[in-house]
């Protein structure tokens, strides 16, 4: 199932894309799509659902982040050999954790906005997981069972508030609009392998990044097993996997992103997003 919420900032309704290409309105079976509402056992009572006869949505209109909100959106640095190497970083023997605050969240097609003081924004394709049961010291042999879908994420960053001010990275990762997801959450039977799916990145037309999750250092069972060890994973957190090479911070000269950039980026089969980068107004 390919899901996502559609309409106005704060009025979404969340959506099933129908067989036909039509959006059928879940809102009377779910609710909204975030924690409990994409667990397992709910994705299961929409799969099981007669879709058919569901209300349609306009196509044509806005589209917000696939899930409303999320319990914890957590993040993995360094995930892929050639990023570790253009940050100048030692290659991880163990995934890298660190937050996003989930204010961060914002559409795949809304405006990116570069925040007051900013010096050094940057952008960062990234498979998202979204998790679907509650999960605590799975193994990695039953990690993918405990993942509702995969989304597109945009894990925008300011460097400088990451690297150059003192402190954990989040500050740097969490100014609103710093999250764009979707357009789609589609579910983890749909995705035969999150090992094996193209990554892109655009600014103004030219390619940036440009890779596959194969080679990602910690895999989505390992990271998701990993990650269970040390905290209880919930329905409805997301997971931002790592960006590949191609960063902003790792051009010579720096490729930052400024106000009247475009940035579009994709991963096979999950969709694509495109951005505008405006400046922060008070």
Known sequence: MKLL???PMGQEK??????????????????DLAGDTVSLRSLDAIRNSDIDHLPTLDTGGRIGSCVASTPTFHCVGLNYTQHAVESGMDIPTEPILFNKAASALSGPFDPVIRPKDSQQLDYEVELGIVIGEMTEHVS?????????????????????????????????????????????????????DPQA???WLKVNGEIRQDS??????????????YMSRFMRLMPGDLIATGTPQGVAMGMDPKGWLVPGDVIELGIDGLGEQKQDVVDYTA
Not at 212 to 225: G, K, L, R, W
Request: aromatic share 8%.
């Open 14 to 31: 969340p959506a099933i894309i129908h067989a036909d290409g039509t959006y059928r309105d879940i809102s009377g079976l779910v609710g």
């Open 197 to 199: 799916l193209r990554c």
């Open 140 to 192: 990695e042999a039953d990690a993918l069972s405990r993942v509702a879908g995969y989304c597109v994420i945009n894990d925008v960053s300011e460097r400088h508030f990451q690297a150059q001010r003192l402190g954990q990275w989040v500050k740097g990762k969490s100014a609103p609009t710093f999250g764009p997801t979707g357009p789609w959450m589609v579910t983890a039977d749909y995705v035969p």
């Open 5 to 7: 919420r559609t309409g």
């Open 212 to 225: 596959n999750t194969a080679d990602m250092i910690f895999s989505v069972a390992e990271i998701v097993s």
